[in-house]
């Protein structure tokens, strides 16, 4: 069967054409274009809330696909190490493919509008950190608001918020360019999904899924909206067992 053609969301780059994933229906994620892949570590800041990334470990695609863990069962995470034959789990495609921002619900603030799909959400928090995303939205017309409502969309790493700025009617998009992160969420004791950024090409074998700059996929095999994150990694602890480092100085800029 032919796929349909493939959406791109506003704000997304076009990255070299290597830069892919294959999901595949009852096994891994096959990662083509030799990407880095590294560990992004929820942090918190002085209040206590999370509210950037700091990078850890380093994990080599030395090969071309390189196998990533799909079914959460692995004993050799990130990669993929056959688990999924032997492993009680669902690999079912249950997303569609409706564009994200079809299906968003829309606040409009003083100079942003705030584009949420809570299908999508992976329950990173740190649209919750300081007044909360939809407050500082409406209240954007005060610069600390306008700041932190920017702030806590682009960190939102499933790209289930987009901010639009009203006067220039563009979305805020970060620069990222073509890697995948490893969520690790040590204050919900767990590991999260795979943070794939920069307009990876993301394919079934029937479905051209909408190319966006920030997508998540699930990793620990239980998500409801696969292949994408649904945040039920924190609901069964689902724990990577890889090492994380102390590496707040390290943090993450969008």
């Known amino acids: 069967m032919e796929k349909e053609k493939r959406f791109t969301e506003s704000g997304t780059p076009l990255p070299d054409e290597k830069f892919r994933i294959e999901v595949l229906p009852d096994g891994p994620y096959l990662v083509y274009g030799n ?6 570590i929820l942090t918190q800041d002085e209040e206590g809330v999370s509210w950037k990334y700091a990078q850890g470990h380093s994990y080599a695609t030395t090969e071309n696909p390189t196998a990533l863990c799909r079914c959460g069962h692995s004993g050799n995470h990130p990669y993929c190490d056959g688990s999924h034959t032997r492993a009680d789990w669902d690999p079912s495609l249950t997303a569609d493919n409706v564009p ?3 299906k968003a619900m829309t606040y409009d603030g003083a100079t942003l509008q705030l584009s949420d799909n809570p299908d999508y959400c992976a329950r990173a928090r740190i649209c919750m950190a300081k007044h909360t995303a939809w407050k500082n939205t409406i209240r954007s017309n005060k610069p600390e608001a306008r700041e932190n409502a920017i702030h806590e969309a682009t960190f939102c790493p499933s790209g289930r918020l987009k901010i639009l700025d009203k ?16 969520i690790e969420d040590p204050q919900k004791k767990c590991s999260g999904p795979l943070w794939v950024k920069g307009g990876f090409a993301v394919d079934s074998p029937d479905t051209a899924y909408e190319r966006r700059n920030r997508i ?16 039920t990694h924190i609901d069964i602890c689902f724990n990577d067992q890889l090492p994380i480092p102390e590496t707040k100085e390290k943090e993450t800029e969008n």
């Open 35 to 40: 990407p880095p892949v590294q560990q992004e």
């Open 100 to 102: 994200l921002l079809e």
């Open 167 to 182: 006067e220039t009617g563009e979305y805020i998009e970060p620069p990222l360019q073509p890697e995948i992160g490893l």
């Open 216 to 231: 998540t996929l699930c990793r620990c095999g239980a998500s409801a909206n696969k292949p994408f994150c649904d945040g």
